[in-house]
């Protein structure tokens, strides 16, 4: 009968050779970044597709090595397609005219040297994974390759609309995935996909979209992106916070919409600057629009009228912002513009549509904003403070927010401007300074001028 002292003993052993061996013994860890190459090709009765992935991505088991630590080839070679249909093919999800593929087979698999460019076509692609398997002369690690597999769907009558989910988001932290679908008649479609700590582009990806899965991903992306976009929100709240009432709201909210809406168009049509220079000027304006109609509805409430009041009050002042909400608008779909031109991936040969369908999400976005915000606004002000207190105080922490933001956004712009480099040219802060109390002072003038000349009542 063993003793205490001696179970005790065994114990201890135990408990020191595991920390002793622990560490050696540790799963690969989870890869931060990877990149990763999809070619889908369509065949008479058969749908092809081609993955390269990091073997970095491939976890959960020891790679055989030879005696100097590097790679052995030869024992890895037998336990490839295993991996391919554990990590590939098990988490990949293929629809032919919306009803599930069955798995697919595992028809080839290869290692290959990170210098290795055969995936940039299908065809150099196929015909590096069907090569013979590489030996242990090469000297690497088991992190340093590409694992290229080949993976062959059998279908019944060569349908002509596919849709896929790839499954990669469970292969790294963030993936980004390059799919280029090959259709029977000819033709490529290419897709930039992202994923990011298994969110973004995880859903199931139509490869030839029909117009009613065009518009219904793009009026999703478009209701999304004006509830995300705090820039835009923060200028509805400035539009809304002195209008509460249906008729100015449905005006100046309207006069927002066709104005973005065509700007928008433009620049999905090409008609706007490609320059690294144009995002950072639009978002600098952007922020000046904030600050502007801010300034505005604080100048608006402590005067009793709008910023180019004409002596008729704050309450009657819709039909002058229309006309502000209609320019700046403009510039707010440059805004759009940006978040939309990668998107257009997307849209299949259905453009027109997408872009219809984008503004009527941004429109459905709007609006749920406003029938949250009107209603709020106006319990707030009848309840806890004064219309005139609360529009000041809302109006200048919009105002201090767009300020910020037109100074950071402002010191983007200015990293274009050659003459920053030899110092001869201020930086944001100071032109915006400037500029605000230049813009301040005119606007005193302004409304001074405007309330001494009105006509007494």
Not at 231 to 259: E, M, Q
Not at 407 to 429: H, N, S, W, Y
């Amino acid at each position: 009968m063993p003793t205490e002292n001696h179970r005790a003993f065994v114990l201890l052993f135990l408990l020191v050779a595991g920390l002793w061996v622990g560490p050696r013994c540790r799963a690969h860890e989870i890869p931060a970044d990877i990149y990763t190459t999809v070619f889908v090709k369509q065949e008479a009765q058969r749908l092809r597709i081609l993955v390269r992935v990091p073997l970095a991505a491939v976890r959960d088991f020891v790679y055989p090595e030879q005696p100097d630590g590097y790679l052995d080839f030869d024992k890895l070679a037998e336990q490839l397609p295993s991996l391919a249909q554990q990590w590939i093919a098990q988490g990949m999800e293929v629809h032919a005219e919306g009803v599930t593929l069955p798995a697919p087979a595992v028809t080839a698999t290869q290692l290959s040297v990170a210098s290795d460019r055969a995936f940039m076509d299908y065809e150099s692609a196929l015909d590096r994974v069907s090569a013979p398997l590489p030996g242990n002369d090469i000297k690497v690690v088991w992190n340093q390759l590409w694992f290229d597999v080949l993976l062959d769907y059998a279908v019944e009558d060569s349908p002509s609309r596919y849709t896929i989910r790839t499954g990669f988001e469970r292969l790294a932290m963030r993936v980004s995935v390059a799919l280029r679908f090959l259709p029977q008649e000819g033709g490529e479609r290419v897709y930039s996909l992202h994923m990011d700590g298994g969110s973004g582009d995880t859903d199931a990806l139509p490869l030839d979209p029909r117009w009613h899965q065009a518009a219904g991903r793009f009026i999703g992306m478009g209701f999304e992106h004006i509830l995300e976009g705090i820039d835009h929100l923060l200028f509805l709240c400035c539009l809304v916070i002195p209008l509460r009432r249906l008729k100015p709201l449905v005006l100046v909210v309207t006069a927002f919409t066709v104005a973005h809406s065509i700007t928008l168009l433009a620049a999905a049509a090409g008609y706007v600057p490609d320059g690294l220079w144009f995002p950072p000027l639009v978002e600098t304006l952007i922020a000046l629009t904030i600050v502007w109609m801010a300034v505005g509805n604080v100048v608006g409430a402590v005067a009793g009228t709008p910023l180019n009041p004409k002596g008729k009050p704050l309450a009657e002042s819709w039909h002058s912002r229309w006309k502000l909400a209609f320019g700046f608008g403009l510039i707010h779909g440059l805004g759009f513009s940006f978040a939309l031109r990668e998107s257009l991936q997307f849209a299949g040969s259905h453009l027109a549509t997408s872009l219809v369908a984008f503004n009527v999400g941004v429109e459905l976005g709007q609006v749920a904003v406003l029938l949250v915000l009107a209603p709020l606004l106006t319990l707030l002000f009848r309840t806890l403070v004064s219309e005139g207190i609360g529009v000041i105080v809302l109006s200048a922490l919009i105002a201090h927010t767009g300020w910020h933001w037109m100074l950071e956004r402002g010191d983007a712009l200015l990293a274009f401007v050659p003459a920053i480099q030899m110092g001869t040219v201020p930086d944001a802060a100071t032109l915006m300074g400037a500029a605000g109390s230049a813009f301040a002072l005119l606007t005193v003038i302004q409304w001074a001028r405007n309330y001494l000349g009105r006509t007494p009542r």
